[in-house]
């Protein structure tokens, strides 16, 4: 009788033993599994790592162009940058003097300086030429109305 308790209690700690190394098994496939998707998903649909031409500070700034009044968190989820991410590159642009910020209650509404120039050696174009390509369009001044001028004749 011995015997048969020494060979259960041997049985269940290979079952229990077996059952965790199974486990970890498992979970090292999961995990493998798991890498594998994101590195695809990080290459992209044709096995090559998305980039693009436009930084990061360009696209923010186009997304701008298109509606003044987004928040970070919407500016962001359109070029597909973090909320903090994209504040931080909002702060960059006020600071160079592409945009200037304004707030309005709780929000902030941005206007875009298109006269500042690119920093680049490359071309003396200015941010209102880049944003052009995005198919922006300067926003006509009005003109402040002059007081009457009264001639004295």
């Known amino acids: 009788m011995a015997k ?26 999961i995990i493998n599994k798991t890498l594998h998707i994101a590195r695809k998903h990080e290459q992209g649909e044709q096995g090559m790592r998305e980039w693009s031409l436009i930084t990061s500070h360009g696209l923010v700034l186009a ?12 500016i962001g989820d359109d070029v597909g940058l973090t909320e903090r991410r994209a504040h931080k590159i909002i702060v960059d642009l006020e600071q160079a003097g592409y945009i200037k910020r304004t707030k309005f209650g709780n929000r902030n509404v941005y206007t875009i300086n298109p006269d500042v120039p690119l920093i680049t050696r490359l071309s003396d174009a200015s941010a209102g030429d880049l944003l052009a390509l995005f198919g922006w369009q300067r926003q006509k001044r009005t003109k402040k109305p002059k007081a009457a001028r009264q001639d004295n004749v």
């Open 4 to 29: 048969e308790c020494f060979c259960e209690h041997h049985l269940l700690t290979l079952y229990k033993i077996s059952s965790i190394i199974v486990l970890e098994e498992y979970s090292r496939t």
């Open 63 to 74: 997304a701008i162009s298109r509606d003044s009044q987004k928040t970070a968190r919407q």
